[in-house]
Every structure is written in C-alpha cells, then in structure tokens.
C-alpha cells in the first residue's frame, strides 16, 4: 500500500490520512489512488465498488459496502458459526464467531432494534445477523472501518458520490503520460470493465485510432462519464465513424455553435 500512497505527492495530505482518517484535503483523483490503494493491500476489486465515501464528524471516510464484505470472507477463508440470537428490552442481539484459513477466531455482535425494518420482526433480524457477520469479517481482515448497516443508524452521516475529475494533460505531453492519463479516464470516469476494456480498445484501434489519443482528446471535449462515453460509442457505432469522430460530432459542433453566436 504505501508504494501506491507514494503518488500521493504532499507529505502533509498524506499524514492527514493516516493520522486522522480525513480523505477531505486529497483531490478527487488522489482520492482515487487512495482508494486503489486500500482495496490492493487487502485483494479487493476496485470495479466492483466495494467501498463508499462518508462525510462523519466533519471528517471524510470511506466505508464498507456488501460487496467487500463478500469477498473479503472469500479471499480469507472467512467462515462463521451459526449465530446466538438473544431478544430484550426491545433489541435483538446477534453474536457471531467466526475462523479464518489460518485459525484464527474471533467474535462480534449485531444489534438491531425490534421496530426496525417497519416492526418486521423477521426482517429485523435478519438485518442483525447481516451486521454481525460484517462487523466480524471486517475486525478479521484487518479493516477498521464501518459496514452499510452501521453508518445508517449514525444521526448526520451524508453519503459522498465522488466523481473523480481530471484536467486534460497540456499539449506536448510524452505518449507515456497520456497512457497513464487514458487509463485514469477509461477506468474512473468511464467504469470500463475488463472485458469492456478489450472490446472497445480493439474496436477503436480497428477504426484508425490511437487508444491513448482518442481517450485523452474525448476528454479534453467534455467526455468525463460513462452517460457521455455511452452517447459517444452509440453515435460511433450508428454512423460508422472512428471514435475521435464521433467526438467531433457530438461536442465540437456544439461548442462550435456556441462560437457562431458570440462572433456574431
């Protein structure tokens, strides 16, 4: 993990970070490597969306959504015990212990209130022994932080959809720099899967263009999501163009318009 922290260039970022858990003063795309990076040291797909971002206690976290937990507990050999359900004073308790491939065991609780899921007992309870066995496949994994069933119940948490942005590189830059420009784009912005990955750079390239190129000058056109991307590759497709033309038919005329009007 600290190899991929090394792109994070300011040494104070970096120590907010890890001192005080506070992703607010990175950038979107170092909040990226960040999250990269904690989903390598622990063998999560990054694709799969396995993490969240969090604004609590006026501190920006991440935490843990299902599907993390699920493959956490397949990556370590997490297997769990049939859980100890207790009811009283209103609240279910679950109590769940569980055994990594090493032997290693641990223990941890769900606790739920009886009115919860609209006075759903069944409901309720299930919700109890979902946070039980995350709660515990986290502690195992060595993941301090909090699961989806937990920060619900927390009074001010607001969820945070970060879009990470980037600036277009500046002409001139090295065909390096824009490899790993286009890689950023096509992963972060555009969400292409691996497979999405070779269908499209191969069509791409059969159609005469560079891939690095064609990414970063869609870019620099205003081509920073997948609904956009999406628009691009339909208009692509339809009128049997490159994809770099595509661009142009979609966004340059516009701002071209757009120029048409202030001149006159």
Same mark, same amino acid.
């Given at each position: 993990?600290?190899?991929? =922290?090394?792109?994070?260039?300011? *040494?104070?970022?970096?120590?907010?970070?890890?001192?005080?858990?506070?992703?607010?003063? %990175?950038?979107? !795309?170092?909040?990226?490597?960040?999250?990269?990076? /904690?989903?390598?040291? /622990?063998? =999560?797909?990054?694709?799969?969306?396995?993490?969240?971002?969090?604004?609590?206690?006026?501190?920006?976290?991440?935490?843990?959504?299902?599907?993390?937990?699920?493959?956490?507990?397949?990556?370590?050999?997490?297997?769990?015990?049939?859980?100890?359900?207790?009811?009283? $004073?209103?609240?279910?308790?679950?109590?769940?212990?569980?055994?990594?491939? $090493?032997?290693?065991?641990?223990?941890?609780?769900?606790?739920?209130?009886?009115?919860?899921?609209?006075? $759903?007992?069944?409901?309720? =309870?299930?919700?109890?022994?979902?946070? *039980?066995?995350?709660?515990?496949?986290?502690?195992?994994?060595?993941?301090?932080?909090?699961?989806?069933?937990?920060?619900?119940?927390?009074? $001010?948490?607001?969820?945070?959809?970060?879009?990470?942005?980037?600036?277009? %590189?500046?002409?001139?830059?090295?065909?390096?720099?824009?490899?790993?420009?286009?890689?950023?784009?096509?992963?972060?912005?555009?969400?292409?899967?691996?497979?999405?990955?070779?269908?499209?750079?191969?069509?791409?390239?059969?159609?005469?263009?560079?891939?690095?190129?064609?990414?970063?000058?869609?870019?620099?056109?205003?081509?920073?999501?997948?609904?956009?991307?999406?628009?691009?590759?339909?208009?692509?497709?339809?009128?049997?163009?490159?994809?770099?033309? !595509?661009?142009?038919? =979609?966004?340059?005329?516009?701002?071209?318009?757009?120029? *048409?009007?202030?001149? *006159?």
């Amino acid at each position: 993990m600290s190899n991929e =922290l090394a792109t994070l260039n300011n *040494a104070d970022k970096i120590l907010s970070v890890l001192v005080d858990g506070d992703l607010a003063k %990175l950038t979107p !795309a170092e909040r990226v490597d960040y999250y990269n990076a /904690v989903c390598s040291s /622990v063998g =999560l797909n990054p694709l799969t969306k396995p993490f969240q971002f969090i604004m609590l206690n006026n501190k920006l976290t991440m935490y843990a959504l299902k599907g993390a937990t699920d493959q956490l507990r397949q990556i370590y050999g997490v297997s769990i015990d049939p859980p100890k359900i207790e009811n009283g $004073n209103g609240w279910i308790t679950v109590t769940v212990t569980g055994t990594d491939r $090493n032997g290693r065991r641990d223990s941890e609780i769900g606790v739920v209130s009886e009115k919860d899921m609209q006075g $759903n007992y069944a409901n309720s =309870l299930m919700k109890a022994v979902t946070k *039980a066995k995350r709660r515990l496949t986290l502690a195992m994994c060595g993941l301090g932080m909090l699961d989806e069933t937990e920060v619900e119940t927390i009074p $001010n948490a607001r969820l945070i959809e970060d879009k990470p942005e980037y600036k277009s %590189l500046p002409e001139g830059s090295s065909p390096e720099m824009m490899k790993q420009n286009a890689t950023r784009v096509y992963k972060d912005l555009w969400r292409w899967t691996k497979e999405e990955m070779k269908e499209y750079s191969t069509i791409i390239k059969t159609e005469g263009d560079d891939l690095a190129e064609a990414v970063c000058y869609a870019q620099t056109m205003g081509v920073n999501d997948r609904e956009k991307f999406n628009r691009v590759w339909d208009a692509m497709q339809s009128n049997g163009t490159s994809f770099t033309a !595509a661009v142009d038919y =979609l966004f340059k005329s516009d701002e071209d318009a757009v120029d *048409a009007e202030v001149v *006159a």
